[in-house]
DNA sequence: TAAACAGTTTAACATTTGTTTAATTGTTGA
DNA sequence: TCAACAATTAAACAAATGTTAAACTGTTTA
């Protein structure tokens, strides 16, 4: 990509080049999406909610791992909005947020996948 | 999303439900993938390079930052396959690897500006 | 070939992050 | 209301990560 653009450095003077940027806000958030996104046993919890919304304890116990850090982990997936709460009685749902979410994840996937 | 499951879980026998898992060396690099992108210095380098490929010294120009600094987050983003090295002559230009990439972040930023 | 420049690597340090265990909060049903 | 269960929180600790400064490698050109 990008193969059309000029490659002219010589020494330190280099031209500046006016890029639209992001504002400060939106790329922070992205990276905490990005970052909540970039470990292994959260993104574990993300793909058993592709098959629907599940309880603290149901993940718990699909995973053999503590309700503590299950839950631990689904706060820090919930504060980067990935996955939303509902309140059932006892229990507590979580599930993907959006099909957003569903799609960047399975973006990063498939890209991965076809790199091997 | 979703809104069709049913959500049955009483006390804590709960009906195990197959999910098609992706092979761990998948999901390892996708966190990889994800954990190199959020961090807020890195994303923005990624942002300078949707221009087109950049030298190190032009980044460190441009970002006001050691060329140490630069050098070592460029790394983690080629070790992620984000970014594409090539030496002209001197300099080393760094790119965005592909448009896949391109679009992620875009979707991602987009995501994030959208839930504001 | 040696000086100058571009980039990388290393080691040390501070900060952040993930896990464990125990205590705490919230909800239901006997 | 209180016992039992579901989930969260807090504190302590180990491991991973980001930054700084200095040493090092690679390339060009005088």
């Known amino acids: 990509m990008s193969s059309e653009h ?3 450095c010589e020494s330190t003077d280099h ?5 639209i940027k992001r504002s400060d806000d939106v790329i922070e958030d992205t990276a905490s999406l ?12 993300l793909e058993l909610l592709f098959d629907g919304p599940r309880c603290v304890s149901e993940l718990a116990h699909e995973t053999e791992q503590s ?3 299950i839950s631990q982990r689904l706060k820090i997936l919930h ?3 990935l996955v939303n709460k509902e ?12 099909e957003h979410i569903v799609q960047l994840l399975n973006n990063a996937f498939d890209h991965v996948e ?3």
Do not use: C, P
């Not at 059932?88 to 959006?98: A, E, F, N, V």
């Open 67 to 69: 309700m503590s850090l």
């Open 6 to 8: 000029t490659l002219n």
């Open 34 to 45: 990005f970052s909540a996104l970039g470990e292994v046993s959260r993104l574990r919890l």
């Open 114 to 116: 076809e790199h091997k």
């Open 79 to 81: 504060q980067a909005r």
């Open 15 to 19: 031209q500046m080049v006016s890029v």
């Open 87 to 98: 309140r059932q009685g006892k229990h507590i749902y979580y599930s993907l947020s959006d």
